[in-house]
């Protein structure tokens, strides 16, 4: 859950995640605004749910598929804008 007091944020965006808008705030990772709506990022191959676990980009659990270019990236490197879409994997 993000913090709501004594913050500074950029301005609201929205951004889209699995086919969902989102409010996510200039400035803030991608990992930031998706944890917001999910802590899972991906299942693993029982089905479990898995979430973010360095948010520094050295495990590689948070990666997801920005669209429509299709390249993978590790949401907590990188800075959401606006429009972006983007899906867990």
């Known amino acids: 859950?993000?913090?709501?007091?004594?913050?500074?944020?950029?301005?609201?965006i929205q951004i889209i995640i699995d086919g969902e808008r989102v409010d996510a705030?200039?400035?803030?990772t991608l990992a930031a605004a998706m944890i917001e709506q999910s802590p899972a990022f991906r299942?693993?191959?029982?089905?479990?749910?898995?979430?973010?676990?360095?948010?520094?980009?050295?495990c590689g659990e948070c990666t997801v598929t920005l669209f429509p270019s299709g390249r993978r990236v590790r949401a907590c490197l990188v800075t959401a804008q606006v429009g972006m879409d983007v899906t867990r994997d």
């Open 1 to 12: 859950m993000r913090l709501h007091h004594g913050i500074d944020r950029g301005r609201r």
């Open 43 to 58: 299942r693993d191959t029982k089905g479990m749910a898995r979430g973010m676990f360095c948010n520094m980009g050295t």
């Open 25 to 28: 705030f200039e400035g803030e």
